[in-house]
């Protein structure tokens, strides 16, 4: 069988790759798209959007045990998770089965995908073969959690299957202190469960800025979570319960949630057939434009070699291997995809970070301003958080964004402007913010290169 585009992998990016070829082409394009297991990927049916719906009930959990006199945290937990999975299945059927119903010049192949050249593709399924050839390939298969061999994989859980998790532990231990982790443990705390987290590295959310790291750990101690970090786990047992043992203690839980990363889904694929070249961890090497080494085969997503993993990119990688498939000749611009951790309050920035500002040489100014600033976090009655700002020193543009504040997942995109759009801090200054708000912490950070904001009054333009 013959198509135009063959896309093996029907998370973000495949959907995001399937329709924009669609579009371009008024669906005249012929695309034959490659999966297994649930459509959609990682992000609606294992990340995003179960993690997020998990974090917005617990926010509520005190309300919601005060409005239902008598109903436990445990019984409660239980609700929220049959909730959450039910959530998740109207998610994938409206945003994913649905919507590829819409285009016709999408056929749907459900099975193993393996490449037999840079030109075909073998996809198998309970004893069944299909070869299908394409004058173009994406690769866009993602990424699974990453389990060391040491650990059984029969006692810890991973971020794909928590979500089944039907009675709430009165003890979880969370190993890996990333985004995930710390995510899934402030939720959970809140849901009255004991929660330590164990990191090998010197401080949670390893390769953060310095302010990032310490600000988390503030807040999440605050929060009655347990951290314990330089801490190299040995091994892990289940007997009455799941025991963990590191240098010479012995600590047990009722669950342990296994955080420590991910791996490319690309072991399977046979990508030496096609000439496609990985990194050390099976992660594919692009260029910008989303290119392989092999001549017509391109790759998005997790598969990808590269720092962020996130769905909004993954999707955009998808369209930009789209469009230069028609020769627009486009390149994703990294400076401007932001990211976000939803814990509370949100961990969010965009753009250069400082160590690697650094390690490039640039010239840059900085400014840190502490949460305080900004009165909204004091009505909040928020007590942790900042705004930092790179800046060039040269033409005083926005070089970066951090910043650890209530809703600071909204409003970041305010240092994707400055950044995509070349704006200065002075920009940033003249442009008027509404008082009181969070997002004011970014012109007020903005304000700290030209006064000293301790002088200054609310609302000082």
């Not at 996809?123 to 059984?152: A, C, D, H, M, R």
């Not at 469960?193 to 800025?209: H, K, M, R, W």
């Not at 964004?401 to 200054?429: N, Q």
Request: with cysteine.
């Amino acid at each position: 069988m013959e198509y135009d585009l063959i896309i093996i992998g029907w998370g973000a990016s495949g959907f995001s790759a399937a329709i924009k070829a669609s579009e371009i082409s008024s669906g005249e394009m012929r695309i034959a798209l490659i999966g297994k297991g649930n459509m959609g990927g990682t992000c609606v049916n294992v990340g995003c959007v179960p993690s997020k719906f998990l974090i917005e009930k617990s926010l509520r959990v005190n309300d919601i045990l005060h409005e239902r006199n008598g109903v436990s945290r445990a019984e409660l937990f239980s609700e929220v998770m049959k909730e959450l999975r039910e959530t998740v299945y109207k998610s994938r059927i409206g945003k994913y089965e649905d919507v590829i119903r819409n285009y016709k010049n999408v056929d749907l192949f459900n099975g193993n995908a393996s490449f037999l050249d840079s030109k075909s593709v073998k996809v198998e399924n309970g004893g069944k073969t299909q070869v299908l050839k394409g004058s173009y390939i994406i690769i866009s298969t993602g990424s699974s959690p990453s389990i060391p061999q040491f650990i059984n994989p029969d006692y810890v859980r991973t971020s794909e299957n928590f979500w089944n998790t039907e009675e709430l532990p009165e003890r979880l231990a969370i190993i890996g202190g990333g985004p995930i982790g710390l995510e899934i443990g402030q939720a959970m705390r809140r849901f009255g469960t004991e929660v330590t987290i164990f990191e090998i590295a010197d401080e949670i959310l390893p390769g953060y800025s310095k302010e990032v790291q310490s600000t988390a750990r503030n807040i999440m101690e605050n929060d009655g979570i347990k951290i314990l970090t330089s801490t190299k786990i040995n091994r892990i047992i289940s007997e009455n319960s799941k025991c963990i043992f590191f240098g010479n203690n012995k600590e047990c839980f009722d669950e342990i949630l296994l955080a420590t990363g991910r791996y490319p889904n690309t072991a399977s694929l046979n990508l030496q057939a096609a000439g496609v070249i990985t990194d050390n961890n099976g992660f594919i090497l692009t260029d910008n434009k989303m290119k392989t080494s092999a001549e017509g085969i391109f790759a998005a997503g997790d598969c990808v070699s590269g720092k962020l993993k996130l769905e909004t990119l993954s999707a955009r990688e998808g369209v930009i291997a789209v469009e230069n498939i028609f020769g627009y000749g486009n390149e994703i611009d990294f400076s401007t995809i932001p990211w976000a951790i939803f814990t509370v309050p949100n961990i969010a920035g965009v753009g250069i970070a400082e160590n690697e500002a650094i390690q490039r040489g640039l010239i840059f100014d900085r400014r840190v301003i502490d949460a305080s600033n900004a009165v909204r976090n004091s009505i909040s009655g928020n007590m942790y958080g900042f705004a930092k700002l790179l800046v060039d020193r040269n033409n005083r543009k926005i070089m970066g964004v951090e910043v650890i504040s209530p809703e600071a997942a909204d409003f970041i995109v305010e240092g994707v402007y400055a950044i995509r759009f070349g704006l200065t801090v002075d920009d940033i200054i003249d442009s008027t913010h509404i008082f009181p708000s969070h997002s004011e912490i970014i012109k007020i950070a903005a304000q700290a290169f030209k006064r000293d904001i301790s002088k200054m009054s609310c609302c000082m333009e």
